[in-house]
């Protein structure tokens, strides 16, 4: 705009005379419309100008309110957190990469004991002289190098002679371009919970010593009771053959009875021990369920012919031959029911009914019913009919015996069976007692064969002449045992310990031993060990002699123990002739 004036003023300067002015005027109007509308210009710009200030103005204004807001925000958060670090009872804090504090909340103060800037730059070794790692700084080292969480780390503490244990979690710490730049870990204090931990592991081991002692003292009563009840039954056996009077005759029967009833209060008895210890299991196999039912008949029928009864069994023609289950359990519970049933029936009917209530593709469920026209329970006496040692009265127990086990070891082999078991009765009209078990389906289409024939001595089949070592230190026992095998035509040696058995195992050609397993100097384990590292190492396995374990020990295991230790059957005590020869058949024939 200067150089437009400039130049109308030069022009101006330059003009003499009129014509000068004439012909020198259309560029001086030129020059001043020029200037006019630079002059508009100018003023357009400078009131865009000052538009744009104010603008600015109000911009800078809105940012300083809002820079102050986020600031007043910022502040706001910043107390909210701190009180929140400073009220939460876990340890907090935050560490750089080189695993040095850079904040820590309160709370890890009052534990360390130690305000935050000397803790401030600090390592946990430098806090904690006596601290034991655990490999917990390796953790950190881990969290940080990989970017991934940790979580309940737990780690011991030695503070002021106390032992502190602390669960951690750790987690990364990033800042706002995802680098990690330290970490953040929050600790709880669980000595507490770690005191009541080890007071409950010590109970536990408490408890399980003393189920290990009840189950040791069960077990050696079981054995204790069980070499005499042999020497009773076995002596009882011999004497049937001899020519007795009918007075006599009846005698022993008793005393057969008698001694099988108190055989079956000690396998009762063991029965609770395995259930309380939750070691008792089912035995699958294979087996016929009309079989089982025609032993169990044959087992009540002296009696139900004593009292007269009607006794009967009626199975549902759906029900399959075979099944696989565990049957001396599923004998055993049908069993209970049928003895009480005749038990309390002093006249009338005891019949069992067998049904199939549901199925499935590889399994049916199985309803047993035990009915009987006795003298029924009141509504009373239902109360606690299947617990531990109950029965409906002591009138009961007084006028029929009973020890109040047998239905309450059936209740709990019917739920190992995914079962139920109930009853229905009305006093002086009868009960019905039921039971129903989940049992598998059989692909079996042949008759199941006995693992030995308990009366294969009395079959009419000729027996193999053997020489057969008896090791058994019960002098009782061992009369019995050498009479009966004697008896049924064998030659029999008697070793009273385990060592006098490997000694005359050395000594002679036997064709089986018969092996107890507790005796002196070497027990039957020892003594057969010896035998088969004979056979192996010597013998090369080219001779290999039967071993039968003839034992008192009737728990849980003790038969797969005797068959790992090497022995081929296993005959738990007491046992009839029958039952010898019939085993000893078995694995020599």
Same mark, same amino acid.
């Given at each position: 705009m200067g150089k437009r004036t400039n130049k109308i003023n030069k022009i101006i300067e330059g003009i003499r005379s009129f014509e000068d002015f004439l012909s020198h005027k259309e560029e001086i109007l030129q020059g001043v419309q020029n200037l006019e509308h630079d002059k508009q210009v100018l003023k357009f710009k400078f009131e865009r100008l000052l538009k744009d200030k104010n603008v600015l103005n109000s911009l800078l204004k809105k940012t300083t309110e809002d820079l102050n807001n986020a600031v007043e925000a910022l502040k706001t958060r910043a107390e909210e957190l701190g009180i929140l670090l400073s009220t939460i009872p876990a340890l907090v804090y935050f560490k750089d990469t080189d695993l040095k504090y850079i904040l820590v909340n309160k709370s890890f103060e009052r534990f360390v004991n130690l305000p935050f800037y000397v803790i401030k730059g600090k390592m946990v070794e430098d806090i904690f002289p006596a601290y034991k790692t655990?490999?917990?700084?390796? /953790?950190?080292?881990?969290?940080?190098?990989?970017?991934?969480?940790?979580? +309940?780390?737990?780690?011991f503490i030695q503070q002021e002679e106390k032992e502190v244990w602390l669960t951690s979690n750790l987690a990364p710490f990033r &800042?706002?371009?995802?680098?990690?730049?330290?970490?953040?870990?929050?600790?709880?204090?669980? =000595?507490e919970r770690k005191k009541h931990e080890n007071e409950l592991? @010590?109970?536990?081991?408490?408890?399980?010593?003393?189920?290990?002692?009840?189950?040791?003292?069960?077990? +050696?009563?079981?054995?204790?009771?069980?070499?005499? /009840?042999?020497?009773?039954?076995?002596m009882a056996e011999i004497l049937k053959q001899a020519d007795l009077g009918e007075q006599e005759k009846e005698n022993l029967e008793i005393l057969?009875?008698?001694?099988?009833? !108190?055989?079956?209060l000690v396998n009762d008895i063991l029965d609770i021990s395995k259930i309380e210890a939750g070691k008792i299991e089912l035995e699958i196999q294979d087996f016929e369920i009309r079989k089982l039912l025609k032993d169990i008949e044959n087992i009540i029928y002296i009696k139900t012919e004593e009292k007269a009864l009607n006794y009967k069994t009626f199975i549902n023609p759906n029900v399959p031959e075979f099944l696989r289950g565990d049957p001396s359990r599923l004998k055993q519970i049908t069993l209970n029911l049928v003895n009480n049933a005749v038990k309390f029936t002093l006249k009338g009917q005891v019949?069992?009914?067998?049904?199939?209530?549901?199925?499935?593709? &590889?399994?049916?469920?199985?309803?047993?019913?035990?009915? &009987?026209?006795?003298?029924?329970?009141?509504?009373?006496?239902?109360? +606690? !009919?299947f617990q531990l040692f109950s029965q409906v009265d002591t009138s009961t127990t007084k006028n029929y015996g009973g020890t109040g086990l047998g239905l309450s070891i059936a209740k709990q082999l019917v739920m190992l069976m995914n079962g139920e078991i109930g009853m229905e009765s009305e006093q002086d009209k009868g009960s019905t007692f039921w039971f129903t078990a989940w049992i598998e389906k059989s692909s079996r289409t042949?008759?199941?064969?006995?693992?030995? *024939?308990?009366?294969?001595?009395? *079959?009419?089949?000729?027996?193999?002449?053997?020489?057969?070592?008896?090791?058994?230190?019960?002098?009782?026992?061992?009369?019995?045992?050498?009479?009966? !095998? =004697? +008896?049924?035509?064998?030659?029999?040696?008697?070793?009273?310990?385990?060592?006098?058995?490997?000694?005359?195992?050395?000594?002679?050609? @036997? &064709?089986?031993?018969?092996? $107890?397993v507790q005796m002196p100097v070497l027990d039957g384990y020892e003594a057969t060990a010896?035998?088969?590292?004979?056979?192996?190492?010597?013998?090369? $396995?080219?001779?290999?002699?039967?071993?039968v374990a003839l034992t008192a020990n009737a728990m849980k295991g003790d038969r797969e123990k005797c068959l790992d230790a090497g022995m081929d059957? @296993?005959?738990?005590?007491?046992? =009839?002739?029958?039952?010898l020869i019939g085993i000893i058949r078995s694995v020599t024939e």
């Open positions: 655990n490999n917990y700084s390796e /953790m950190e080292r881990e969290v940080i190098q990989s970017g991934l969480p940790l979580y +309940n780390i737990e780690e &800042d706002t371009e995802g680098e990690i730049i330290g970490l953040v870990g929050i600790s709880w204090d669980i =000595t592991q @010590y109970a536990k081991e408490q408890a399980e010593e003393g189920t290990r002692a009840k189950s040791e003292f069960l077990a +050696n009563m079981s054995h204790e009771i069980r070499t005499p /009840m042999n020497g009773i039954i076995g057969i009875s008698s001694t099988r009833s !108190l055989l079956t019949h069992i009914y067998i049904d199939i209530v549901d199925e499935h593709k &590889d399994r049916v469920k199985l309803m047993v019913k035990v009915h &009987d026209s006795g003298i029924g329970i009141s509504k009373e006496g239902k109360k +606690n !009919l042949v008759a199941v064969q006995e693992p030995f *024939d308990k009366h294969a001595a009395f *079959d009419g089949k000729p027996l193999k002449k053997l020489y057969i070592l008896l090791a058994e230190d019960n002098e009782i026992n061992q009369r019995i045992i050498q009479y009966s !095998l =004697t +008896n049924a035509g064998y030659k029999v040696d008697v070793a009273r310990n385990g060592q006098e058995a490997v000694d005359m195992y050395h000594q002679n050609n @036997y &064709d089986l031993v018969l092996m $107890d010896h035998i088969r590292n004979v056979e192996n190492t010597i013998l090369n $396995d080219s001779q290999r002699i039967p071993i059957e @296993y005959l738990s005590k007491p046992f =009839t002739p029958s039952d």
